[in-house]
């Protein structure tokens, strides 16, 4: 069965014609080798089984010559019983044998299509976190919309909310434009972001009529998730007093400035990686992600004056507990100075330490290589 065996599908009688069915018009009547099957084909088949619109199956191409070969192995000689043997060899072939190993096929090219597509939707992950960031500029990110108007927000180039309001280039496309000429020049705007939603390429084509002068590119965004991130707890304890649209906008500006530092405040389940992420094993998949999240982090390094304590929560040796710590201490007392006064702060050991201080970067410290990938017990062996 491993190696030979075919998956195919059919379109179910009556759901040919179902506007729902159309996205799994490709496997109407399809079949290849399970073998050579990619991971996304077995999983588009399996959600369309799942959804009711399509049969699939998993047989050999030969059943006839499988069952021949089984019967061999019982009927060995020609006796008064060999008949009737060979008919019991036939049925459970049929009637137990053939299900049972359709069953675990089906298991089997299930596993392997998740494993398959997890580490599809792991590099996926880890390009959008891995995207080059602008770096601190001030910016102007427009979330776009045609009914509820495009939201416009300035960030300072901390990502600091500077100012919020709302535009209607479709409906008062001259108040837009005397609207956003007039941030940039206020504001000194060194970029423009715009989410890759719908209105998302109306809005670029608009922005790009202002004329503005050519050193500000204007981006289109990754918006994947960003509305998640409007209304979660995060989100409200940083802008209690702004709504859904104007966060969503602030997100969009900060990935633009910041990938790494703004996507580590989502489940990376909702940053939308795979066309199939909800089909694979979820358990696996959040694993997978989270690891990439992870090794991400901790291999770009995180500024430790100005990162989140989302950001630090996944630092190597760090929780949600010392990243709140961390923060706090420096709310209260100020920028880090150096990697050594990280031990003043509550609840992080020697241990948590050891294993964080790699990690953790200092621009402009007490001790140049604070802002290295140098660990403070290697200090000596550089100087």
């Not at 989410?195 to 994947?224: C, D, H, Q, W, Y």
């Amino acid at each position: 069965y491993q190696k030979d065996a075919v998956i195919s599908s059919k379109v179910l009688t009556g759901k040919a014609d179902s506007p729902e069915a159309a996205k799994f018009k490709d496997y109407f009547d399809w079949s290849e080798p399970l073998a050579k099957a990619p991971s996304h084909r077995v999983l588009a088949m399996r959600r369309g089984e799942k959804e009711l619109f399509l049969m699939m199956r998993i047989t050999l191409p030969d059943e006839g010559a499988a069952f021949a070969a089984v019967q061999a192995l019982f009927v060995k000689a020609r006796n008064p019983a060999a008949d009737q043997v060979a008919l019991a060899v036939q049925d459970a072939c049929k009637r137990l044998l053939a299900p049972a190993m359709e069953t675990e096929m089906r298991l089997d090219s299930k596993k392997r299509a998740d494993e398959a597509g997890i580490k599809v939707f792991a590099s996926n992950l880890r390009e959008l976190l891995l995207a080059a960031p602008l770096g601190q500029k001030a910016v102007l990110a427009i979330d776009p919309g045609f009914r509820t108007g495009c939201k416009v927000v300035l960030l300072d180039r901390q990502g600091k909310l500077l100012h919020n309001d709302v535009v209607y280039p479709d409906r008062h496309p001259d108040e837009a434009k005397e609207k956003i000429a007039g941030f940039v020049k206020f504001f000194n705007v060194e970029a423009i972001a715009i989410g890759n939603v719908t209105a998302g390429r109306e809005t670029e084509a608009f922005v790009r009529t202002l004329k503005l002068p050519p050193a500000i590119p204007v981006v289109m965004v990754n918006e994947s998730g960003a509305s998640i991130y409007s209304a979660s707890e995060v989100a409200r304890e940083e802008f209690p007093d702004h709504d859904l649209t104007v966060r969503g906008a602030v997100s969009i500006g900060r990935r633009l400035m910041d990938p790494l530092a703004e996507l580590v405040k989502l489940d990376p389940k909702s940053i939308g990686v795979g066309q199939y992420q909800h089909d694979v094993d979820q358990t696996a998949l959040k694993r997978s992600l989270d690891d990439t999240v992870v090794s991400s982090v901790n291999g770009v390094g995180v500024e430790l004056n100005t990162a989140s304590k989302q950001l630090l929560s996944y630092v190597s040796g760090l929780n949600a507990a010392t990243a709140a710590a961390i923060v706090a201490r420096r709310n209260e007392h100020g920028a880090f100075k150096s990697r050594a006064e990280l031990k003043e702060v509550p609840r992080l050991g020697p241990k948590a330490f050891e294993q964080a201080a790699g990690f953790l970067r200092i621009r402009g410290g007490a001790h140049p290589l604070d802002a290295s990938a140098v660990h403070p017990e290697r200090y000596a062996l550089v100087e």
